[in-house]
């Protein structure tokens, strides 16, 4: 069982996941529209979908679920891989080991930073599996230590949390990325979203069946409290 803090949402979820960056995106905007800043904190934590599915990220499949869920909430911060191919980052685990490395601080420094990772890849084609970029990132959140992510990520102390929650969730409830567990024992994956796969991976392509954003609303006030 997943356990959560009060006033806390706990989000088990992959930085290479555009679905992933759509609620993550959600999370933060709802929380401030509902001014719950000070009153809910989000937990994130690694569901590294390299290690489940044994393979690079694959960039032609993140390709067409960028075009699909992009065009659900414009303002998470899209665009295509605009930077040469060969900086595509095959693996997501030192931006996934930046987070934990953040939460050292606190929960709100790894918020702040996971999100700003999420941009940086999305929405600025970035390689966030460089080290000098996770730390470059870091600087430009105001919550983040990021000479303190430096170091973490230099000795490799945050490493073993992105396995240790894989194996959470391999023997838990968690059914991918993200999924949302909240303080009253409920959990939701993917909020508000139901979709198929049309055609085959790659080559195929999402197709959104349903799209309730406004299930964020009842998720941050529930968190709250």
């Given at each position: 069982?997943?356990?959560?803090?009060?006033?806390?949402i706990?989000?088990?979820?992959?930085?290479?996941?555009?679905?992933?960056?759509?609620?993550?995106?959600?999370?933060h905007?709802?929380?401030?529209?509902?001014?719950?800043?000070?009153?809910?904190?989000?937990?994130?934590?690694?569901?590294?979908?390299?290690?489940?599915?044994?393979?690079?990220?694959?960039?032609?499949?993140?390709?067409?679920?960028?075009?699909?869920?992009?065009?659900?909430?414009?303002?998470?911060?899209?665009?295509?891989?605009?930077?040469?191919?060969?900086?595509?980052?095959?693996?997501?685990?030192?931006?996934?080991?930046?987070?934990?490395?953040a939460?050292e601080?606190?929960?709100?420094?790894?918020?702040?930073?996971?999100?700003?990772?999420?941009?940086?890849?999305?929405?600025?084609?970035?390689?966030?599996?460089?080290?000098?970029?996770?730390?470059?990132?870091?600087?430009?959140?105001?919550?983040?230590?990021?000479?303190?992510?430096?170091?973490?990520?230099?000795?490799?102390?945050?490493?073993?949390?992105?396995?240790?929650?894989?194996?959470?969730?391999?023997?838990?409830?968690?059914?991918?990325?993200?999924?949302?567990?909240?303080?009253?024992?409920?959990?939701?994956?993917?909020?508000?979203?139901?979709?198929?796969?049309?055609?085959?991976?790659?080559?195929?392509?999402?197709?959104?069946?349903?799209?309730?954003?406004?299930i964020?609303?009842?998720?941050?006030?529930?968190?709250?409290?």
């Amino acid at each position: 069982m997943i356990e959560v803090a009060s006033k806390t949402i706990t989000v088990f979820a992959d930085i290479g996941c555009p679905w992933a960056h759509l609620a993550v995106h959600r999370l933060h905007a709802t929380r401030a529209r509902l001014e719950l800043e000070d009153d809910v904190t989000f937990d994130v934590r690694a569901f590294p979908l390299e290690l489940f599915n044994e393979r690079p990220t694959p960039k032609l499949i993140l390709d067409a679920e960028i075009c699909v869920a992009g065009g659900l909430d414009p303002g998470a911060g899209w665009q295509l891989w605009s930077s040469p191919s060969y900086h595509w980052p095959v693996s997501f685990l030192p931006a996934l080991e930046a987070v934990y490395a953040a939460k050292e601080q606190s929960l709100k420094a790894s918020e702040q930073l996971d999100r700003a990772l999420r941009v940086a890849f999305y929405q600025q084609s970035r390689t966030i599996s460089m080290h000098h970029e996770i730390v470059q990132v870091a600087r430009g959140c105001d919550r983040v230590d990021a000479e303190q992510v430096d170091s973490a990520l230099r000795d490799g102390r945050a490493r073993s949390r992105v396995f240790e929650d894989k194996e959470l969730a391999e023997r838990s409830e968690v059914q991918g990325s993200p999924h949302l567990f909240l303080p009253d024992g409920s959990d939701v994956h993917n909020p508000g979203i139901e979709m198929h796969w049309e055609g085959r991976k790659p080559g195929g392509f999402p197709v959104v069946d349903k799209d309730d954003p406004a299930i964020y609303d009842d998720l941050l006030r529930r968190a709250a409290g």
